[in-house]
């Protein structure tokens, strides 16, 4: 049951350097309010001018993180799912580009005519109503702003949440996360950092209510006290985030130092009972009780933990959940090869072949399915990854050697019917694709249906379900013209796109576990409900 009342705000900034992970303690925020029963929604807003990462290197920024009505988000919105379990929006992320087109937009359609468009107030007017857009759904809105106090571009951020205070009283709250450093010549923590972080912000009109201290030391109360003192804030708002085994950890120890209790004295709500969250801390016993070790490959192009966010934690999750540890190791695909292929995987009780974009690497997932097929290793393909599966099944089962995708084989996307006559394109352009010239934002994104096959593995890790809901982030497609050369010869298009006829998942049910799916199951496995396929694909992995 929920408690209704008028929406909060809580605002989530960060100082002295980045990465101190203010998505997991604003998830872990969220997390503890809606343990006390609270309505909670949790939002990003990117001082950069993209209209949204989906256009971004992974290398830039991490992940492309997608949300159910189908827009390409900051990997933070990953976090706020899998913590809190709440389905995000186009709402919840939002960038200074977007910020600027609405307000571009709007004067170009003659909205302010007569007037000068300024940073103030129409830039701070819009981003204010982006975060005022939930009045009345949530009973906390969380605003998480990217980048550290100081950079120029967070600055229209600031001066928003600074008006949004002042108007809103003791209904908004602000938490501020900075970093205390350990000098080990001198076997010191530093708080001076986090004092002219704080000057920072109340330089900006922001005093800050609540202090998050990032430290890979314990603090102990004198230091927790200087900081209290010399930035204004009272000894019980200061709180430490001190390194964790794993992020999971992160609410629990913000409960304990009572970082949601603090934040509702703030606004004057009555306190109550700390909330037991008896599943979360049975997620996390079977964590502590998970030793043994899986080992799990990830073939893929992008060397950088946050590359694949969603695709580790849920390997993570669903490791836990079947008491094992998954030991997770990058494999280059680029440096794949016949000759190496089976040094580079052999020690893999399991290969998830990811997602990607464009040629480079391509070759190197193809060798690895062809490798684990014929080794009957357990293998999971995600989008890009079932396409090198179904090509590598074309180029050696089929004997179509120059088996490809459109994506790849170079044919004109705008033309793709003229000249692809003579290729096998497996995987080909989608029909709503071939007319699209802009890049941004108009591939195949959000939720979709799909049908599954009674009797096939994928139904069965589903728990028999036949209808089923998941995530797209593509232009190409299994072509439907190989079907049934495909299923004649064991590769089976075991799930359907009800309405559009499109393969989403393809499996070779005399394999252990040969799995691609064409949507991406890692955007939907939260702590308490790990996604059925990643389950199913580490629980035969362990055998
Ligand atoms: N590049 C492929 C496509 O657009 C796969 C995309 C992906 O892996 N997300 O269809």
């Given at each position: 049951m929920f408690i209704v009342m008028e929406t909060k705000y809580i605002f989530v900034t960060g100082g002295v350097v980045s990465s101190l992970g203010k998505g997991i303690i604003s998830a872990s925020?969220?997390?503890?309010?809606?343990a006390r029963g609270f309505k909670v929604t949790i939002q990003k807003f990117d001082p950069y001018i993209n209209i949204d990462p989906g256009t971004l290197n992974p290398y830039e920024h991490g992940e492309c993180y997608v949300t159910e009505d189908g827009f390409e988000?900051?990997?933070d919105l990953g976090h706020y799912e899998r913590f809190t379990g709440i389905h995000t929006t186009r709402n919840n992320s939002i960038t200074t580009g977007r910020i600027y087109k609405t307000v571009i937009d709007r004067e170009r359609h003659g909205d302010y005519l007569g007037k000068t468009i300024q940073v103030v107030p129409h830039i701070t007017d819009e981003i204010k109503?982006?975060?005022?857009?939930?009045?009345?759904?949530?009973?906390?809105?969380?605003?998480?702003i990217g980048g550290t106090i100081g950079d120029i571009e967070s600055a229209p951020f600031m001066?928003?949440?600074?008006?949004?205070?002042?108007q809103l009283g003791r209904d908004a709250v602000c938490v501020h996360l900075t970093y205390v450093p350990y000098l080990k010549a001198a076997d010191e923590l530093k708080t001076k950092p986090t004092q002219h972080s704080v000057k920072e912000l109340q330089g900006m009109g922001i005093q800050p209510d609540i202090l998050v201290l990032r430290t890979e030391r314990h603090l102990d109360d004198s230091m927790r006290m200087k900081v209290a003192s010399f930035c204004n804030v009272d000894l019980e708002c200061v709180v430490q985030s001190e390194d964790m085994p794993s992020i999971y950890e992160v609410p629990v120890s913000m409960q304990k130092q009572g970082l949601d209790a603090a934040i509702m004295r703030k606004i004057g709500i009555p306190v109550g009972e700390t909330p037991a969250m008896k599943p979360w801390h049975d997620f996390l016993d079977k964590q502590h009780n998970a030793t043994r070790e899986v080992h799990i490959g990830l073939v893929g192009k992008y060397d950088l933990q946050?590359?694949?966010?969603s695709i580790r934690e849920s390997l993570n999750l669903a490791g836990i959940y079947n008491d094992v540890k998954a030991r997770l190791h990058f494999v280059n695909s680029e440096e794949i090869t016949k000759e190496?292929?089976?040094?580079?995987?052999e020690d893999m009780a399991g290969i998830?072949?990811?997602?990607?974009?464009?040629?480079?690497?391509?070759?190197?997932?193809?060798?690895?399915?062809?490798?684990?097929?014929?080794?009957?290793?357990?293998?999971?393909?995600?989008?890009?990854?079932?396409?090198?599966?179904?090509i590598e099944f074309a180029r050696n089962v089929l004997g179509y050697k120059d088996a490809n995708s459109t994506e790849f084989s170079e044919v004109d996307k705008l033309d793709a019917n003229k000249n692809n006559s003579l290729i096998h394109n497996v995987i080909d352009i989608m029909e709503e694709q071939k007319s699209i010239t802009q890049m941004g934002g108009t591939m195949r994104l959000g939720a979709y249906e799909c049908e599954l096959q009674k009797g096939s593995r994928a139904y069965e890790a589903y728990d028999c379900v036949s209808l089923i809901k998941e995530r797209h982030r593509h232009r190409y497609e299994f072509n439907n013209a190989y079907r049934e050369d495909f299923e004649t010869k064991g590769m089976k298009c075991v799930g359907i796109n009800p309405s559009a006829n499109l393969v989403e998942i393809v499996e070779i049910p005399d394999k252990r576990w040969y799995i691609?799916?064409?949507?991406?199951?890692?955007?939907?496995?939260?702590?308490?409900?790990?996604?059925?396929?990643?389950?199913?694909?580490?629980?035969?992995?362990?055998?």
């Open positions: 925020i969220g997390k503890l309010l809606q988000t900051d990997l109503r982006r975060i005022t857009h939930f009045e009345g759904s949530f009973d906390f809105v969380i605003s998480e001066e928003a949440i600074r008006q949004l205070r002042w946050d590359a694949y966010k190496n292929v089976d040094e580079k995987l998830i072949i990811c997602p990607g974009f464009g040629q480079r690497g391509i070759e190197g997932k193809i060798i690895a399915a062809e490798y684990t097929r014929s080794h009957d290793i357990p293998t999971f393909g995600i989008c890009l990854g079932m396409q090198m599966m179904v691609g799916t064409q949507f991406h199951p890692e955007y939907s496995s939260t702590v308490l409900h790990p996604h059925p396929l990643f389950l199913s694909f580490i629980k035969v992995c362990v055998e």
